[in-house]
């Protein structure tokens, strides 16, 4: 079948911290892979996207890999800011009918 | 403006009342979709629709109804609330199929409470 699984939060980091949060995914076709961030009271946004095998997505200082080998899709950021504190969404999406698949969140807290 | 919204914000509701909450979007996208959100268990699909007429259920479809008589609108009806409905509900929608990214676009969700 198909599934996202994320690493379990709730994750917190000082301020300038690296961060990863892990994601990897079973699919039954070629998916495109995603990540959404969902800020304290807001809708899910979408924040970078990669639609193929070794494709990288970047956005805000973010980044993830499309890694086929791995079926992977960690999302990484070098240097986090209090600003990025918000709910992390690994999703999958065979583009096709009703089949996306949502990991179910990971929780970020960043203190200064 | 364009994008898709979501009314009410906010809800408070007693049990076994009727609830409807709205979703509109002005893409013209084919497929829209409702979520609920929940401690634990991330976002679980209600019910989606391919194309105005055409709705289908998803992963947690018990309780609640939904209609697409037109492309843009797409209103998710619980027909008798009950506690358990608490929660918070996304709408979404999506331009799906070959040459497109397949990416969801949420509405700004409809927080619901029934006592």
């Known amino acids: 079948g198909n599934s996202v699984t994320q690493m379990e939060g709730p994750v917190t980091l000082s301020e300038e911290a690296f961060l990863t949060i892990n994601c990897t995914y079973t699919?039954?076709?070629?998916?495109?892979l995603f990540w959404y961030v969902q800020y304290p009271g807001e809708g899910l946004q979408l924040l970078l996207k990669?639609?193929?095998?070794?494709d990288k997505g970047s956005n805000k200082g973010f980044e993830a890999t499309y890694r086929k080998e791995t079926t992977s899709f960690h999302l990484e950021k070098g240097s986090v800011q209090v600003s990025d504190s918000a709910v992390y969404f690994c999703?999958?999406?065979?583009?096709?009918?009703?089949?996306?698949?949502f990991g179910t969140g990971t929780s970020l807290t960043v203190i200064p | 403006d364009a994008g898709i919204t979501q009314s009410p914000r906010y809800k408070i509701t007693e049990t076994g009342r009727q609830v409807t909450l709205m979703c509109h979007q002005t893409?013209?996208?084919?497929?829209m979709f409702w979520y609920r959100q929940d401690l634990g268990h991330g976002l679980r699909l209600i019910y989606y629709?391919?194309?105005?007429?055409?709705?289908d259920k998803g992963e947690v479809p018990d309780g609640y109804v939904v209609s697409r008589s037109k492309t843009e609108n797409f209103p998710l009806t619980l027909e008798s609330a009950t506690r358990s409905q608490t929660s918070v509900y996304f709408c979404?929608?999506?331009?799906?199929?070959?040459?497109?990214?397949?990416?969801?676009?949420f509405g700004e969700g409809s927080r619901l409470t029934v006592l």
């Open positions: 893409w013209s996208h084919s497929y």
């Open positions: 999703a999958l999406s065979l583009n096709t009918g009703n089949q996306f698949y």
């Open positions: 629709s391919a194309a105005a007429d055409i709705t």
């Open positions: 699919a039954t076709g070629y998916p495109s």
């Open positions: 979404a929608s999506s331009e799906l199929g070959s040459g497109s990214s397949g990416e969801l676009f």
């Open positions: 990669a639609t193929k095998a070794d």
